[in-house]
């Protein structure tokens, strides 16, 4: 089992969320620029997978305490 002392759950927690702003970026704003028709589906997963994301994070971050 992996134990991480306080500071890599913060940097683990921060690392998650811009990698959840990414992900949302690329699949729902990255769709405005593509030339292909608006996909709902990839906006919802997009949305979902960022929301996913955050969770995790602010779980990782609640950790930092002993």
């Given at each position: 089992m992996l134990v991480l002392k306080p500071e890599q759950h913060l940097l683990l927690a921060e690392t998650l969320r811009d990698i959840a702003n990414v992900a949302a970026g690329a699949m729902v704003f990255g769709q405005l620029l593509a030339?292909?028709?608006f996909s709902r589906w990839l906006a919802?997963?997009?949305a979902?997978?960022?929301a996913g994301l955050v969770i995790?994070?602010?779980w990782f971050a609640g950790r930092t305490k002993p």
């Open positions: 030339d292909r028709p919802l997963f997009g979902v997978l960022w995790v994070a602010v």
